[in-house]
């Protein structure tokens, strides 16, 4: 922070970190939320994932590293709070491979971020399927692959849209720091 011709100038890097710490209570708490939503029978494991609202929030509106750690630090704290160890690895496999792939399309321009939320819950379930695919059994876990590409879908699109009417309802002014 600094103070130039009486106003209160708050850095980039502030605002991002600001931004991270807000970001990473919402997405705690939509995912406490979410772990109290009985888990569909049909799909072992499937949730909405709505504190990936947050992370593709901040992919847009932050940097990369800070979207990352917020990721990172959402995923363990989940983990320690109301999963197990075993949700950890789970969680870690899929969020690392959906933000390498939401990152990567979100940098060609070529996509806005409803159809990069898409392609991370995508990548999200075929890594946790690769997972479990090496734990429990290829023959076991492949008739699970049509349904979890289209939760990847379902959810993705709803995240994306969720985080588009932010990215509209929040100014970008508020979190970088004006020219």
């Known amino acids: 922070m ?10 980039s890097e502030a605002r991002y970190i600001a931004a991270g710490a807000a970001g990473l ?12 939503i ?6 072992p494991g499937v949730k909405a ?29 989940t983990a320690l709070l109301f999963g197990t160890l075993f949700s950890f690895f789970f969680s870690l496999a899929g969020g690392v491979v959906s933000f ?4 990567l399309l979100k940098k060609t321009g070529l996509f806005r971020a409803s159809g990069v ?5 995508v990548a999200h379930n075929l890594a946790q399927l690769v997972i479990a695919g090496f734990l429990i059994g290829w023959k076991e876990i492949y008739s699970l ?10 959810a993705g699109l709803v995240i994306g849209l969720i985080a588009v009417l932010l990215l509209k309802m929040i100014p970008e002014k508020l979190i970088r720091k004006p020219d």
Request: glycine share 10%.
């Open 38 to 43: 009985p888990v569909l029978q049909p799909l």
């Open 2 to 11: 600094s103070k130039q011709d009486g106003a209160l100038r708050i850095s």
């Open 117 to 121: 939320s898409i392609s991370g819950g």
């Open 49 to 77: 994932g709505l504190a990936n609202v947050v992370t593709v929030f901040l992919l847009y509106r932050t940097r990369a590293l800070y979207a990352g750690i917020v990721l990172a630090l959402r995923i363990a704290l």
């Open 145 to 154: 692959l049509p349904l979890l590409l289209v939760s990847g879908v379902a």
């Open 25 to 36: 209570g919402l997405a705690l708490l939509l995912s406490y939320v979410e772990s109290l």
């Open 100 to 103: 390498v792939v939401m990152l």
